[in-house]
């Protein structure tokens, strides 16, 4: 089956839990055993750009291992893109490559990516796959220039924040998976999308407090299939 209506998907860090990548805020508040404020602000990559350096470092080196892969939310969301017959976006907050394995291609990564770096001069940004650190030059500038991780960081302003706005006034329906509304913009999303006329739907372990017109909660894996499988059918598996 096939789905006539204009789809914008808001994914966090729940739809990554069970491919064993930590969320955010439930492990004390700390993200890897590092306070935000010490890996995730600009303020942060001034005071101590190693630390910066090495703490990306692990988290694109951690999407590498073998183990770590799409979960059947991530491969359930690419079905939803193919079998979409009208505008479908997928933003997500997240900064690992999930989506993009499971071959997710309308896809905005709002909060950057681990695999990409950005020039500190031109802000021009490149792929890569290994380590970054201050001696990590780029090939845009003369002379070139020091990278930072292309990450969006606390105090900055997430990445095509206009395309996201216009689908979500266009949207029919909007999807929010996996993310405690707790960070805006994106926080944001379901109410911009609900005054345009959206119907909105939370997909999530547990309610985040955020107004939605309905929800089903419990682990990504199974949630997202099965709510997916209720819009487009049985016609797919993962
Ligand atoms: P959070 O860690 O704040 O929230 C994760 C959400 O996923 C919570 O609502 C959990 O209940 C839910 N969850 C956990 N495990 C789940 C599972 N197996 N299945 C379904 N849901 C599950 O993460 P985000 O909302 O993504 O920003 O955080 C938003 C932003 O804050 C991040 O992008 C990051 C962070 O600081 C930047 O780094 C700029």
């Known amino acids: 089956m ?19 990548l930590k969320t955010f805020r439930d492990n004390n508040g700390l993200w890897e055993q590092h306070r935000v404020e010490e890996v995730a602000t600009p303020e942060a990559f001034a005071a101590n750009p190693a630390l910066v350096y090495r703490f990306y470092n692990a ?17 359930a969301l690419a079905a939803l893109e193919k079998a979409c017959l009208g505008d479908f ?61 292309d990450i969006v960081w606390f105090g900055e302003i997430p990445k095509q924040m206009n395309k996201i706005e216009s689908a979500l006034r266009r ?14 913009p994106a926080a944001g999303f379901a109410q911009l999308a609900a005054h345009s006329g959206a119907k909105t739907v939370e997909l999530n372990m547990e309610k985040s407090g955020l107004a939605f017109d309905a929800g089903h909660y419990g682990p990504a894996s199974n949630v997202v299939p099965e709510y997916i499988r209720s819009l487009i059918g049985d016609g797919y598996r993962v």
Request: charged share 15%; aromatic share 2%; glycine share 8%.
């Open 59 to 75: 988290r694109r080196a951690q999407l590498k291992q073998d183990d770590i892969k799409p979960n059947a939310a991530h491969l």
């Open 171 to 184: 949207a029919d329906l909007f999807i929010a998976i996996g993310t405690s509304g707790q960070v805006y």
């Open 89 to 149: 976006l997928l933003v997500t907050q997240n900064v690992d490559n999930l989506h993009q394995r499971a071959g997710s291609e309308q896809l905005i990564a709002m909060h950057g990516q681990l695999n990409q770096a950005r020039c500190l001069k031109s802000h021009k940004t490149v792929v890569i796959s290994g380590d970054l650190d201050s001696t990590t030059l780029c090939q845009c500038c003369q002379p070139p220039s020091a990278m930072r991780p």
């Open 2 to 20: 096939s789905l006539k209506a204009n789809i914008v998907v808001l994914t966090g860090a729940g739809i990554s839990a069970e491919s064993g």
